[in-house]
């Protein structure tokens, strides 16, 4: 019999990013059979040690507690998991990961749980949108118990691309993303209210040349001084020397102490719902805070001054209704979002978001309640399918071809003392610094 059967499910979450902690531990909550009236659950946060590992300040921004959260390699991750008893079994595993960590993580958790009769549901899917590497990403998730897709969109894809290889696609279930809400926009101030409020949300890698983000940067700043009356801000998604799910080699931050913005022009960080909160435009070249804006019914720009193009992932709007340009902003232009596309996004405006998770705690209820237990764990990709591939995606988190910890990797064998754990700290440090400050450095002297 589950646990989840006598008491409250333990979920654990693995995690890789302060992002995909915020998406793993929103989407634990919202795919427990229980949720959303009774969510009753006890939730473990495991955050993968590496460049993008979250500080403090990064995961209380994303506001999202857990019952426990730690920092582990990937071998101590899976001692964890093998080493479960069977009086406190975890329910639900959410790999939160990138896709390589993720096909990793499945092969080691197959070892792990290979000789016992019932073993965790293992759920994995995507942050936001997918609009690149779709066929790579999506069988380096294959193996998972149930592959979450954000809109139905992206549920028909996934479909597609798991029966185009032969591989079974029945883990694929439509969901939405876990962190839409927040109270729909009411109109714009009037007078003596609060002031117009234009919002920029920018991303890390998004674009990634210094001159587009120049440029960006120079039209947010000559939007401000043209409408003084409105207040123009900069929404950030780290601060320097902070890693996020991508590298931001040239932070805003460093960009704009060399301009000469307008008292009405701000940096502004925190939790992207709050800065919503006050925001009556929100415009951006890709990043997903365009879908959590379309779902409150702000008005919601995705930009064209730099083409529409796969790069920058603001392909994935055309057919929005949102694309615009900074030259029509300045006249006064408001895309109006076409409904239809919006509601293949799983951009519920019009009500039924929390049904979204519906078929996920059906299926997992239905999973966890299966006689005899799950089956094993079984990968699209093997040593047999993949054999040129998959040993490196492995030997990365410095796991064997059959999943089971190399010789020497990481904390494989023991839990870390206190002086490995500050030599790791000091490590991490100085490997964002070289990732930030000197390969960037580097590469331009490299193009001199």
Known sequence: MPASA???????VLADSDTRWKWGALTATRISPGAPENPDIRLDGYLLRGRATPTP????EVGVTADSLREVTAAEFLRAMGGATDDEPYDIVVLALVGGGVQAMLHGLGRVWENRAERPVVVTG????VYEKLADGLLLRHGADLVLANSRQDADRFRSVYEGVGADAAAVTEV???????A???GEPGDGERRYTVVFAAQPSVPDSRKDRTYLLERLIRHARRHPERDVLLKLRSRPGEHTTHIEELPYQKLVQRADPPPNFRLVYGHMGEVLDRTDLLVTVSSTAA?????RRIPTVVLTDLGVREALGNHHFVGSGCLASWDQLDEGHRPAPDPEWVARQGVAADGGYETAFDEARKRIAGLLGRPGGLPPIAPYYTPVTAPGYLPGILARHHLAPDGT??????AADKA???VRQVVRRAARGAYRHGVQRVAPVIRRMGEL
């Open 6 to 12: 006598t008491k409250a499910l333990r979920v654990a």
């Open 291 to 295: 879908l959590e804006s379309l779902h």
């Open 405 to 410: 910890p190399l010789p020497g990797a990481p």
């Open 184 to 186: 729909s926009y009411r």
């Open 126 to 129: 995507y942050v936001g949108v």
């Open 416 to 418: 870390p003392g206190p």
């Open 57 to 60: 300040r990064q995961l209380r």
């Open 176 to 182: 939405a993303l876990p962190f839409l809400g927040g």
